[in-house]
């Protein structure tokens, strides 16, 4: 079934609505409430709010065999207070409106269709608008989501990112909060005072001197991603700190990069400076997971993106995604796009408008496939 005029109108002014409701990792109350309501006006019965903001909708009988159906409700910004929507003819613009926003949209509008069918019939089908996806959000809605299910979920597909791509592979990841603290000084009374902006400069220097592990068909990164510290120009800074992380697709080279960044944290610490390491993030990798099922999902995904999406070749990546946590624990699991736009993770993020009707087609079509 085509998208309606007024169906597209709709799923417009949604996506305008929760663009205008701030959603950092940890603060989505306020998506999730809207989110929860919207559903129960759409004739959804029996949905929940979790103990980790998840949004969760159930139907069909029986408590096993789930197929989980996902878009993440948190953004990358931090911001708090309402965000600007700026649009024209063809594009909406806000910070965070593709990821995972319209993501958001279009599995509502799924949802609101299927209930008027009987595609879910007999079917034990959730869904889920979860929390914290993003950055040191730690995937904590989906880890809180297999603490409370485990393996009764038997497939998991998340809607996230572009029409055309998919994730099928999960990247690991490890991030870490590194603080130095020094006895500092006046930056002339005290010359010669250990600086903890010149320690951390040196692990920082350590870091990006680090050669990944070499191994086929793995890629292994590092970052130092923010850093912060001292307190005026004519300070020995007292204490420096900074956030970083390794991530690769092989658990094995996982292993070589916390030996690696062990070794240097360990290397520098000495009785003059106070090196604190705190692990503030660590998203699985993958698992055992059974390539017969992965492949039908590629599949699956691949017909349908070109049949609704016009795509000739769906590119399969790998990625660190909601996917992350079912995929370490076996579960067969792969992250759909079903938006086009630009700009992700920068204020000035957009969509294509047009786009989300393909995208819905595609979530409709996956969901009726996957769930046969």
Not at 69 to 76: I, L, P, Q
Not at 209 to 222: L, N, R, W, Y
Not at 242 to 271: K, P, T, V
Request: with cysteine; aromatic share 8%; charged share 25%.
């Amino acid at each position: 079934m085509s998208v309606t005029d007024s169906e597209y109108e709709s799923m417009l002014n949604t996506l305008r609505e929760l663009c205008r409701i701030p959603a950092p990792s940890y603060h989505e109350d306020e998506r999730a409430a809207y989110i929860k309501a919207w559903l129960e006006n759409a004739g959804a019965a029996g949905v929940y709010i979790d103990e980790a903001r998840n949004v969760i909708f159930e139907t069909g009988p029986g408590d096993e065999g789930m197929t989980v159906f996902s878009a993440h409700t948190d953004t990358v910004f931090p911001d708090l207070s309402p965000m600007p929507v700026i649009e024209d003819d063809a594009f909406i613009a806000s910070p965070g409106v593709g990821d995972d926003t319209a993501s958001v949209v279009v599995l509502l509008y799924a949802i609101k269709r299927l209930l008027g069918t009987d595609a879910l019939k007999d079917k034990h089908v959730m869904f889920v608008f979860n929390s914290c996806e993003e950055g040191l959000g730690n995937l904590m809605g989906v880890k809180h989501l297999f603490e409370k299910f485990g393996t009764k979920i038997k497939k998991y597909v998340a809607f996230d990112s572009t029409i055309g791509i998919a994730v099928d592979h999960a990247v690991g990841s490890v991030r870490y909060k590194v603080t130095v603290r020094t006895e500092g000084g006046h930056s002339f009374n005290r010359f010669g005072n250990v600086n903890a902006i010149a320690v951390m400069s040196e692990i920082v220097n350590r870091i990006y001197s680090i050669e990944v592990p070499d191994k086929e068909g793995a890629k292994t990164t590092f970052n130092v991603g923010t850093i912060s510290g001292g307190t005026s120009v004519n300070t020995i800074a007292q204490e420096a700190e900074m956030l970083c992380e390794y991530r690769s697709s092989d658990a094995s080279c996982m292993e070589i990069m916390e030996q690696r960044f062990d070794e240097i944290f360990e290397s520098c610490r000495n009785g003059e400076a106070e090196i604190t390491v705190k692990c503030v993030g660590n998203r699985p990798g993958m698992g055992d997971v059974s390539e017969e099922e992965m492949s039908s999902l590629r599949s699956l995904v691949s017909e349908v993106n070109k049949e609704f999406g016009g795509v000739e070749k769906t590119e399969f990546n790998q990625g660190s995604t909601d996917c992350n946590v079912p995929l370490s624990l076996g579960i067969p699991a792969i992250c759909v796009g079903v938006y086009n736009g630009s700009a992700a993770h920068t204020r000035e993020e957009k969509v294509v408008k047009g786009s989300l009707k393909a995208g819905l087609e595609i979530a409709v079509e996956l969901i009726g496939k996957i769930t046969t």
